[in-house]
């Protein structure tokens, strides 16, 4: 039986790269999206999700609108020089023809985990605040999600938004604190380990070789967003493979090597958004902000050449 699962998504690029990644693997049952402020504002990103979909033929997957700022403060503004303007790499394709349901992101999410206790994955891929929104809405679905699988954090590895910080953390860090600090099964897919995977121009050109189309829309999207990595990192050639290493998680998580801490989510001053899991080594994790708090699976090592096959091989 394919696992059943929910994203949760700011598209974005590698979002985009993502669903499809996703909607082409027989092993997940994308059972709906739900859209998050990010790399866009919300609105954005559920125009990007609609499409994606339309372009994908899958109409038949609702896409529900979530939150339009973090759960405390105004959404810091999204970031069109990695993206595109349209979240898209500037490709300016034509709007969609759907529409989202009428329940909020945090509605459908609690209504579909409720409705099958221990099926359903939360699979975030943006900001956490739709995910602690349906926590307060229905604490209870922490007891009856299957797990949850995020993109985010950086446990032992610098932030890319900030120096201390990873984007999606960023944008909602008192949202992240809820979702590391809930008793579930929880996952973090985050820079400790996507910063290790480089999709390189060689393995990008197999997009636009390919006969699929999703791939030919890859190949469309993703220069745009190639081009700010190259700018923004000295020597890197490619793209860094974020999202879509959190699809390869739920198929093979083999792939990675997890260790389990608590973590704490920084929420103030400069260090905003810094994932903090207790260290290996030392007794942090009997000091009072780790005190009572659930273990997380961080995931610190990943086989980059195997998920990289993993990715090009359900496209290329
Ligand atoms: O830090 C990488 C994350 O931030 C990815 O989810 C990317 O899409 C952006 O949202
Ligand atoms: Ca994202």
Request: glycine share 8%.
């Amino acid at each position: 039986m394919p696992q059943k699962i929910i994203i949760d998504t700011d598209p974005g690029v590698d979002d985009a790269m993502a669903i499809f990644f996703a909607l082409r693997s027989p092993e997940l049952d994308v059972i709906g999206l739900t859209t998050i402020f990010g790399n866009v504002e919300t609105e954005l990103a559920t125009t990007n999700a609609l499409r994606l979909l339309e372009q994908a033929g899958r109409t038949d997957i609702p896409v529900a609108n979530g939150a339009d700022n973090p759960l405390t403060g105004p959404f810091g503004g999204p970031v069109p020089f990695v993206h595109g303007d349209d979240g898209q790499g500037n490709t300016n394709f034509p709007p969609p023809t759907t529409r989202p349901i009428d329940q909020t992101a945090a509605q459908f999410i609690v209504e579909q985990v409720m409705a099958a206790p221990g099926e359903i994955t939360l699979v975030p891929i943006g900001p956490l605040t739709n995910i602690a929104l349906a926590l307060r809405l229905e604490p209870r679905i922490a007891e009856n999600v299957k797990a949850v699988v995020l993109m985010g954090g950086n446990a032992l590895v610098p932030g890319n938004a900030t120096p201390a910080a990873e984007a999606n953390i960023h944008n909602d860090p008192e949202a992240a604190d809820v979702v590391f600090g809930a008793d579930w099964d929880v996952t973090m897919v985050g820079l400790d380990v996507t910063h290790k995977v480089n999709m390189t121009p060689a393995h990008l050109d197999r997009y636009a070789a390919s006969g699929d189309p999703l791939a030919r829309i890859i190949a469309q999207i993703v220069p745009f967003y190639r081009a700010y990595f190259e700018r923004s990192f000295p020597g890197a050639q490619g793209i860094y493979v974020h999202d879509s290493s959190a699809i390869a998680y739920l198929i093979d998580p083999a792939l990675f090597t997890v260790e389990r801490w608590p973590v704490r989510v920084e929420t103030q001053g400069f260090s905003r958004g810094k994932t903090w899991p207790t260290l290996p080594s030392g007794n942090s994790g009997v000091l009072p902000p780790w005190q009572n708090r659930p273990l997380v699976n961080v995931c610190v090592a990943v086989d980059a050449a195997r998920l990289l096959a993993l990715e090009l091989g359900r496209l290329t």
